[in-house]
């Protein structure tokens, strides 16, 4: 295992408002199974920041009457035990009961039936299933992110679990790799690549490794942005003098020109509900952000403030944008709520780039660097927790936050 | 093969005088490149075959300017600077006498911001020489203009002087890319 498989090491700094007070006790049955779990689903839930893990509550299966009077004096809200049992077929069982402490009734309880192997997979899917019982928002531990680690002389597209575990390896090359984006699936991610001299943007199928070419045009092809439907993609063209936005159908096919100006159009992102597609452009003589009808016509500026706001990235919701703003010679991720505009840098770093929203839009993964070194970070979306996930010894870049697993 | 050459040379020569007449540029350092192509012609006529400027064997050679690939940008400027009005006459020649030949120009960017901004960035270096060669007579279908954004830096520290190398345009020809 080189270097850059190295599984990203995850630094948590921060604390959210009114975290849930929640008890995950020590699973019964299988031991060295259970405590795998737990200590899964447990820095799961405390990544997340939404979470105040209370200790020292001990063992507590699955159908076990918690001793709510203790957890009430430790102050927790919320209590899971489990229990996993060997089903003798290479398989366990592994049943979670999650219980209100103050009302003293079962909230929820779930079976899962799992390999040795998939144990990690296990504990985020319990992960996300509290998460989502106590939030009414979905989890996103079972979720997967790609990024770009350059080492000498070599660019590799990776994919990890969202907590950095599980490292692969999807395209290695020599030449760079950049912007790459999950398809609303899951199943492919499109990116650009530089070995042919030129960015050229590919298609790539994650299961069979299989990938075609999306836009080879003379010129540059860049900045692919995934339709919500799947089947359409935006793309940056200079095929007809200039970088402008294009629409291409996934195959590469029916490609079409979606706008026109004079200077220079990128990175463009649809709009949750596909309506919009925001972008950067210049055509106001300085970079800023705008956005347009996905089936073409005027275009409205969205900001203003500064000389220098780019890479829009609406929130899954639709309700509000992040963006890399210039202020005082630094990048930095910012945040604006479109109905009011209100805007909040959410880093204290200076060379921000990338932002990638969590699905369900609690939190940022985005690029920055210390100490001259390329690392990622994530950040909630109010700006209260963060965290650094590097690998060492070797420059991570350009993350992208998978979808949802259905 | 001798009078070709010799033409040529002048041609070329006569090319480059034509262009010291344009407007002055401080930093120009074609008189210098002028006073030497033709002072070999004169010194030591030998030397001539082995140097015919608009020949591909001179985009290799380091007496010919078209070994010259490298056009650098101010910051934040897309303007191809006065001073590589003489090395782009030249390389436009070059393709306009070799027909066959095609010409990669890859545009950089500094690496401060964002990424694929400034793939666009180094896009409109790579466009703006590329419009220059048009105009001085290469074809449409010889030319392709692309960026490499900041992804390929030539110099990787955080200086003004390092980024100073990266604001660039390469020039590859057939085979090269």
């Known amino acids: 295992m080189t270097s850059a498989h190295a599984q990203l090491k995850i630094e948590i700094t921060g604390a959210g408002a009114n975290r849930l007070p929640i008890a995950i006790a020590d699973f019964s049955g299988e031991r060295i199974v259970a405590q795998a779990l737990t200590s899964v689903i447990r820095a799961d839930l405390d990544r997340s920041g939404m979470f105040r893990l209370i200790d020292g509550i001990g063992m507590l299966g699955d159908n076990t009457p918690p001793p709510f009077a203790d957890l009430k004096q430790r102050g927790a809200d919320t209590v899971a035990g489990g229990t996993t049992a060997d089903l003798n077929n290479g398989r366990f069982e592994t049943r979670v009961r999650l219980s209100d402490v103050l009302k003293q009734n079962t909230l929820d309880m779930q079976a899962y039936v799992h390999t040795g192997a998939q144990l990690r997979a296990t504990a985020h899917r319990i992960a996300d299933s509290i998460y989502e019982k106590l939030t009414g928002e979905p989890g996103i531990f079972s979720t997967r992110i790609a990024y770009v680690v350059k080492s000498t002389g070599r660019f590799e597209l990776q994919i990890a679990d969202a907590d950095g575990a599980n490292a692969q390896p999807a395209l290695a090359s020599r030449e760079p790799i950049i912007s790459p984006t999950w398809s609303p699936d899951g199943s492919k991610l499109a990116y650009v690549s530089f070995e042919a001299k030129k960015p050229v943007i590919y298609v790539h199928d994650l299961a069979t490794a299989k990938r075609h070419v999306v836009a080879n045009f003379k010129g540059s092809n860049s900045a692919p942005a995934w339709a919500p439907d799947g089947k359409r993609l935006a793309v940056v063209l200079t095929k007809e003098g200039g970088s402008q936005l294009f629409l291409v159908n996934a195959d590469g096919s029916g490609v079409t020109r979606l706008a026109s100006s004079a200077g220079i159009d990128t990175e463009p992102r649809f709009s949750p509900d596909g309506q919009f597609i925001y972008f950067t452009s210049d055509r106001g003589g300085s970079p800023q952000i705008y956005r347009i009808a996905a089936t073409g016509g005027a275009t409205e500026r969205i900001t203003f403030d500064g000389s220098y706001n780019v890479t829009p990235r609406p929130s899954p919701d639709g309700k509000s944008m992040a963006y890399i703003a210039r202020t005082n010679g630094r990048f930095q991720l910012a945040l604006m709520d479109l109905a009011t505009k209100q805007t909040q840098i959410l880093t204290d770093s200076s060379k921000d780039e990338s932002p990638s929203f969590a699905p369900n839009g609690r939190m940022l993964l985005y690029a920055t660097e210390i100490g001259g070194r390329g690392v990622l970070a994530a950040v909630s979306s109010d700006g209260r927790v963060k965290q650094k996930l590097s690998v060492q010894a070797a420059d991570v870049r350009e993350p992208s936050w998978g979808p949802l697993v259905r | ?177």
């Open chain 2, 1 to 177: 093969m001798r009078t070709v050459s010799l033409f040529s040379a002048t041609l070329f020569a006569l090319l480059l005088s034509a262009c010291s007449s344009q407007p002055p540029a401080p930093e120009q350092n074609a008189s210098g490149m002028e006073s030497r192509t033709p002072s070999t012609i004169g010194a030591d006529p030998s030397r001539v075959e082995s140097f015919d400027p608009l020949s591909v064997a001179a985009l290799k050679d380091p007496r010919s300017p078209l070994s010259k690939r490298s056009i650098y940008f101010d910051y934040d400027s897309y303007l191809v600077k006065d001073e590589y009005q003489s090395l782009l006459v030249t390389h436009g020649k070059f393709l306009a006498a070799n027909s066959t030949m095609k010409m990669l120009i890859q545009g950089n960017a500094d690496e401060r911001g964002s990424r694929e901004y400034n793939l666009a960035l180094g896009q409109k270096r790579s466009d703006a020489i590329k419009k220059s060669l048009s105009l001085l007579g290469a074809r449409e279908d010889q030319l392709e203009s692309v960026s490499l954004g900041e992804e390929k830096p030539a110099c990787s520290e955080a200086t003004e002087e390092c980024w100073a190398q990266n604001r660039r345009g390469d020039i590859l020809y057939s085979g090269e890319f």
